[in-house]
């Protein structure tokens, strides 16, 4: 997780302030980073799903996945605040084509080359997410309707199984 931080760090600091036309990337990159936002919920959200006075976003339904309320960086809100000064309510946040997510995806890999995509992403938050407040929360918050979908992200946590590991193995 501290590579993500990171990395959007070294994201903003070079671009966003520099080039207001990337908000968007930054925006898309700390939806997925933060609240692990898949390309599709990204591609639905609209101004009004988000409340910068409460500092949460909602992420609606989709058919693969369940609504849920999340709470926005501090750092977001400072980006996402003078970016939604000019939309209207029922506005798509972001209003680029999905293709656009492989070109992001090839020029953030040239400026930090351990960024994969944006699924890696989104698959580090919710490992850390089973970490830090386990399955049932880290569900919740990546808006899988099963749980075995969650489940899947264990084998991502190398830490305990490493720890499984050593207190096990007779050696």
Known sequence: ??????????????EVRDKPENQELYIVLTLAAYQAVNIMEWKALRAS???????????????????????????????LYPFLQGKQ?????IALP????????????????????????RASMITYW??????????????????????KFLANDLESLKEDINSFHPL
């Open 1 to 14: 997780l501290e590579e993500i931080h990171e990395f959007i760090d070294l994201y903003y600091n070079m």
């Open 49 to 79: 799903d988000i409340d910068l006075q409460q500092g949460v976003i909602h992420i609606p339904s989709r058919r693969r996945s369940n609504a849920r309320t999340l709470n926005l960086q501090p750092s977001q809100i400072g980006v």
């Open 89 to 93: 309510a029922d506005d798509y946040l």
């Open 98 to 121: 999905l293709s656009s997510s492989y070109f992001w995806a090839m020029d953030l890999r040239k400026l930090y080359p351990k960024f994969q995509d944006f699924k890696q992403l």
């Open 130 to 151: 089973i970490q830090t407040e386990g399955l049932r929360k880290a569900q919740y918050k990546a808006g899988h309707r099963y749980v075995s979908s969650t489940e």
